[in-house]
Structures are given as structure tokens and as C-alpha cells.
């Protein structure tokens, strides 16, 4: 498929002329300007857990969380010459915190979330509720909540995180508070409201919340483990957990889209490419996965992406494997540009 060669020729003094008075000619142009299909610019990536650990003694020597806003590595994949992006619209990155160590609060308008590899003993506290962070939990800190972390536990702590800032830089809608970094009354707090919203399947009848994102800001991982182990295989043949609003049943927020696969071992997943852009972190197991032309193993740790519009398929060896997935979709859902295939 392709587009059709144009039939104009243009004489190119007109065409410098136009320009000169801000004027394009689409018919000279309307190959780049509406491509037959998406074009990814970043061939898939894999950063191993290993290579990136490394760097995680040296940060916190060199960077002293007092005078950083966050102390996170960000993967970023060069095809996007220098700008600080893992995949379109998405980043993700692992943050290190020593024993005592406080992000201080601050709040945005682009979205972001937690997800707990190395955390036991740290907490985030969103908007007023202290979400402890035990293995496999995820924190939301959706657009415009404030947020800080904590170090509380007698040893270093690393989480992996992820947000929407390319899309939202993209949109030029940044929206960025620094909150006080002195003010201890952030801190103490308990689990507060979040309480509401701990209970499947039901919820408190007379509770007003803004529906735009999810009012749950904590997904235990012993929840989604448990979910995992009871669903059925999914039409690509893995078992897939949707981390959703318990208000509406959607995405947990407009533009962040959080999901957990469980691959079957030694079968592979039915090729899938989608226009949306996703984010692979390995909470557990061994595997390989192909996307596009590239093939990777990976291991615990490792995180992967996988560019929109690139066919994608996962294997697990020896055990099951699980797969958190950090992806644009819902934002693609609003707009009505989500389109998926598979093989
Ligand atoms: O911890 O609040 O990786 O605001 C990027 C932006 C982490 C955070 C990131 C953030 C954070
Ligand atoms: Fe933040």
C-alpha cells in the first residue's frame, strides 16, 4: 500500500515562492505529511536490570536527594537523537533511595506510577495516603496529585517507574508544583481514604470522586498474582491483568494504561502489533521476546519496549513468566486512533 505518484510537478520556483509568503503546497508534500501507516522512529530496545544496577551506587554518591528533585535513572533509546524518551510518549526509569532518604512532594500534570522491584520498606505518599510499597505493588501518582517517597527500611531501595512526559511535552501541557520541602505534616499521614477503595467489587455508595482517574492510588501485588493464577488465557495465549478505576471499570488514568501478562512456558504469543506504544518491565521469570526484526532474552529486572505499529511476541522458558506493562493505550482509546491486530 502506498500512495499514489503525484501527478503534478511543481515548478520549483513557484514552490520557493509559496514558501517565502508561508505557504506550503500539500501536493509536493503529502508523503511525509500523511504516511500510509505509523512509523515507529525507535527500533525496539532491551535495557538489562544488570547494566543499569550497576550505575545505582554512583547515583546515590553523586546525586544527594536533598538537592535533586528525583533520584531516577531514565532509559532512553537513541534513535531519539539526545531527548530524554524510552519509547513515543512514554518513560521509564528506576529510582534509588538510600535508608532515610525523602523525595520531596511535588505534583504535575503528566501521570506516572510506581511499580515495587526492590521497595520493601519504602512508601509513597499521594495526596494525603501513605501507600507502603511491598513486591509487586503499583502506585499511581496520577496528573495533579501530589506525591513524595520515602526511605524508612535499613537498607537501599530501588523501584521502577514510568510516565507519560513525552506525549504530555509533546502536547506542551506540562504543569509542574514544587511543594514544601520542609513541611513534615506531608509525611504523617496513614492510609487514609485509600481504605475506600481496597474492597473488590464494591465500593461506598455515596462517595463523590472525580471519575477523569482512578481514586485508587495502591494495587497490591498478592491481588494481581491471585488474578493471574485464576484467569483463563487470553486470545493471544497469555493471561492478562487490566489494572483498572474500580469507579468505572476503565483505565486507571486518560492517559497511562497499566496491564500484568502471564506468558505459559515454551509457548510463544500470537504475534500482536497495536498503534499504542508499550513499556515490557520482567517482574518474574525468564523468556525471550521478538519485536519487529529484534529478538531478546531477557531475565528478572530487565524492561524492554515494544514501539507502536511493531508486530510483538513473547515466550517464557523454563517457568512462567510476568510482564508489567506501562502503555499509552487509553490515550489512543480517547482519541479513537487504537487499532490491533493478531496473527
Ligand atoms: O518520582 O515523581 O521517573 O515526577 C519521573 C518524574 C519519577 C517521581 C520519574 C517524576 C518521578
Ligand atoms: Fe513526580
Redesign the pocket.
Known amino acids: 500500500m502506498q500512495h499514489p505518484t503525484p501527478k503534478v510537478k511543481s515548478e520549483s520556483d513557484f514552490v520557493a515562492q509559496l514558501e517565502a509568503s508561508n505557504l506550503h503546497p500539500l501536493w509536493d508534500r503529502f508523503r511525509t505529511l500523511t504516511p500510509v501507516k505509523p512509523q515507529a522512529k525507535d527500533p525496539p530496545l532491551l535495557w538489562r536490570w544488570k547494566d543499569i544496577e550497576r550505575f545505582t551506587e554512583r547515583a546515590v554518591r553523586e546525586a544527594a536527594i536533598d538537592d535533586v528533585e ?1 533520584r ?1 535513572l ?1 532509559l532512553v533509546n537513541p534513535a531519539f537523537g539526545g531527548e530524554t524518551v524510552t519509547t513515543s510518549n512514554l ?1 521509564a ?1 528506576f ?1 534509588v533511595l538510600d535508608p532515610g532518604d525523602r ?1 520531596r512532594p ?1 505534583r ?1 500534570t503528566f501521570a ?1 506510577i510506581r511499580f515495587a522491584t526492590h521497595a520493601e520498606g519504602a512508601a509513597t505518599i499521594v495526596n494525603g495516603r501513605r501507600c507502603e510499597m511491598h513486591e509487586g505493588d503499583l502506585i499511581l ?1 496520577p496528573p495533579m496529585c501530589w ?1 513524595g ?1 520515602i526511605n524508612e527500611s535499613d537498607h537501599r531501595i530501588v523501584w521502577f ?1 514510568a ?1 507519560n ?1 513525552p506525549l504530555i511535552r509533546g502536547l506542551d501541557a506540562n504543569f509542574f508544583e514544587p511543594g514544601d520541602p520542609k513541611a513534615n505534616q506531608f509525611w504523617q499521614v496513614d492510609e487514609g481514604d485509600e481504605k475506600l477503595w481496597t474492597e473488590p467489587g464494591i465500593v461506598g455508595a455515596d462517595i463523590q470522586h472525580a471519575p477523569v482517574h482512578s481514586p485508587k492510588y495502591r494495587y497490591a501485588g498478592d491481588a494481581t498474582r491471585r488474578l493471574l493464577a485464576a484467569l483463563p488465557s487470553g486470545p493471544d495465549g497469555a493471561r492478562t491483568v487490566r489494572y483498572t478505576n474500580p469507579t468505572t471499570g476503565e483505565a486507571v488514568m486518560p492517559a497511562l494504561d497499566l496491564y500484568m501478562s502471564r506468558l505459559p512456558k515454551a509457548q510463544a504469543t500470537r504475534p500482536k502489533r497495536t498503534t499504542c506504544n508499550m513499556i515490557c518491565l520482567v517482574v518474574s521469570g525468564e523468556g525471550s521476546s521478538t519485536v519487529g526484526e529484534h529478538t531478546f532474552e531477557w531475565s528478572q529486572h530487565d524492561v524492554f519496549s515494544i514501539p507502536h505499529w511493531t508486530w510483538a511476541s513473547h515466550k517464557a522458558i523454563g517457568s512462567n513468566a510476568d510482564l508489567f506493562i506501562v502503555t499509552d493505550k487509553s490515550a489512543f482509546e480517547r482519541l479513537d486512533l487504537l487499532r490491533e491486530e493478531l496473527q
Open positions: 528525583r531516577a531514565i518513560i526509569a529510582t523525595a511535588h504535575h506516572a501518582t506525591h517517597h517507574d510516565a512526559i
